[in-house]
């Protein structure tokens, strides 16, 4: 994953409440663990009553700045379609993109002012081509048990990426993380979310 | 070893290794996380206080009997602050007194942009300003030490980027203070400020402030001065400094860890080793404007870097390049129109006791006289139902003092709102006012029995404290009778008809009131169970009834939208649209089938 020393940036854009920060902090114990500098910002308060809410992720051997220019993001990971799309001019070209196949309707859609944009997927394929993944996050969660996973779904589907680290480093971080109740439905999720694609 | 550690937990770990006994604070964006982190520690006393100058005061009381004591807020919390803070200056301290406060460049949930870097200078305390989580430990640490050696209270400069950035850190055990507890009844000169101790004590300051400002030139390890290629310097700290390495990692460097006192021989050093300096600062020129009565030559620094908004990697290429390397660089032309994408602002949560009251409010076409708290969101389209917004308990005063323009005029016309935890904060003072003075204005408290908008921090009112032990609970009631408020009224919010009956009757009194929110509890305050008291899990739109009004709309229920399409109601009625309940997201609050005049919402038995 760290080819030329550079730093590598991850974005995470989501709804408030659809626990991106869970992800977030699941990202950072697993590259730790493996030896990375970590950095990562997020906005917590007053935009966590539904709305949009962003993470900024880098890691490398020394990272300075907490926080992506825009155009240089290396992965764009998404839980929700409209909020993926908000974030597509901070990709790279080379950039990748992870989606949720989720759409929550921000108000001024719901209220008939707006239109949800159609065709988020195409819209990305437009410009990045074959590097654009659409995980039905939702639904696998759903189909084992519980919605409240799709987060880890995501990270299960997006810890493709990371061939240097096997799935039980991403386990033992869910294990560090939380309560020992949560983590046999949540290691379930994630296994199921990075079986869902390939890369 | 080493743990990722978020900025204000870094401060809180800091405090803790340090062997701080006592933690006061009142929760505020972005400084909430470090009072709750240091909570789960058993080796310390942590409270909630009911605001910022008590926290400051039980921390200094804390100090003066030999305890560490860590004091926290955000950077408007320090405003209500300020007055203990600039003659504590004065006293000083016993135990290491640290002072946290955590500013919001850009403005990401505050009301003001503030840059409190200016208190160090006004109040003579010094001030370290960390740019991580390691930073942000070993700075609060050594803080602790600074205080007791100098006899003087530290400031401590966070901010959003700061505190709400995880960064790995380095863990190390606590280590409890030497210092011997007790208080001392002979130093009545040093902790008694009268005028005539504190004019001997006005001269200890300075006399503090310049051995303060040798140390930051010759022992303070944090400033520090790194020397790359010397055709070029900056000058900056915190945040700013790493914004700037990222960009132009090949210059040199002075990274600044304490904001004030400056190291001028340091500062007269850096000059001599590089060609040009430019300084990069958040928010105001501080160092700039230092520097520059020091009499150097800075080549550039906020008449290039903006002053208002928070600093970011991209700004500091955008406006700095031309004037670092030569060449301008221009923002990358976007791919897609972004802009034009619906924007997903914070709403409340479906279910909040504020959306029926405030579309009560709306309905009474009440002047509302607003506060600081989730319910500020009530400002939000198509509510628009908060029209003045100050600061915390800044209604109460606001709606008094405009009915003492309008007199008759204006009543039935104005109210104040605010939450419980605010009024603990600041609105008993104004409410006082109103009813001593002679004022008619009707306060609304909106208890939903937590500090809920910071994230769920217990207060005075909740009857629990900040480690969950039970504890008394403010009576709302009695304390507005007890300030001599003779018209104090309980309401459903739930209820819209008996909400706007009452809220109209006090609204026109001629006499100060209270009205008070009743079972209410916030939406995410899982203890009080708030679904439990909806009769029906959820409701649904009949569609054979829904005319397409839009009624229901007003409310802006994140679980009801609106579907566009013809269509006809059971009695022959044509429609455009109709609208549509998310099962998923709707509380079963039962408010909307409250304001549906054609029977379209229906409670679903689930």
Known sequence: ?199 | MKRILQGNEAIARGAWEAGVVVGCAYPGTPSSEIMAELSEYKEVYTEWSPNEKVALEVGHGASLAGGRAIVCMKHVGLNIAADPLMTISYTGVRGGLVIVVADDPGQHSSQNEQDSRHWTRFGKIPMLEPADGQECKDFTGLAFDISERFDTPVLVRSETRVSHCDSPVELQERKESMMPKGLDRKEIPKYVMVPMYARARRVFVEERMAKLASYADEEFPYNKIEINDPSLGFISSGVSYLYTKEIFPQYSFMKLGMAWPLPKKLIADFFKQVKKVIVVEELDPLFETEIRAMGYKIRHGKDLIPAIGELTPAIIEQFLSKAVTGKRIKPAKPRFKTEELPARPPNMCAGCSHRPLFYALKKLRLFVFGDIGCYALAVSPPLSAMHASTCMGAGVGGAYGAGKVLGEEGRGKICAVLGDSTFLHAGTGPLMDAVYNGGYSTTIILDNRITAMTGQQEHPGTGFTIKGDPAEAVDYEQLARALGVKHVRMVDPYNIKETIDVIREEANRDAASVIITQNSPCMLLRRSSPRARFQHPFYEVDQDMCLGCRQCLEINCPAISYRAGKGITKSGRKRKGSAVINGDQCAGCGVCAQICEFEGIVAQPG
């Not at chain 1, 990426?161 to 869910?174: A, D, G, K, Y």
């Open chain 1, 1 to 199: 994953m760290l080819d030329n020393n550079r730093t590598k940036n991850i974005f995470l854009s989501g709804v408030g409440g659809q626990g991106t920060i869970l992800v977030s902090n699941l990202l950072g114990q697993v590259l730790l663990n493996a030896g990375y500098d970590v950095k990562k910002a997020e906005v917590h308060g007053m935009a966590q009553r539904g709305g949009s809410v962003t993470t900024h992720f880098r890691f490398g051997r020394n990272v300075y700045s907490p926080l992506i220019k825009q155009g240089e993001v290396d992965y764009l990971v998404s839980f929700e379609l409209l909020e993926g799309l908000r974030y597509l001019n901070w990709l790279r070209p080379e950039g990748k993109v992870i989606l949720n196949n989720h759409r929550i309707l921000p108000p001024s859609v719901g209220l008939g002012d707006a239109e949800y944009p159609k065709d988020v997927e195409q819209t990305f394929r437009k410009f990045f081509k074959e590097n654009v993944w659409v995980v039905g996050g939702r639904e696998i969660a759903k189909s084992i048990g519980s919605i409240q996973v799709a987060n880890v779904v995501i990270l299960g589907a997006f810890s493709n990426f990371f061939p240097e680290l096997n799935p039980e480093q991403w386990t033992e971080s869910i294990k560090a993380l939380l309560p020992a109740r949560l983590h046999e439905i949540n290691i379930l999720a994630f296994n199921e979310g990075r079986a869902a694609i390939a890369i």
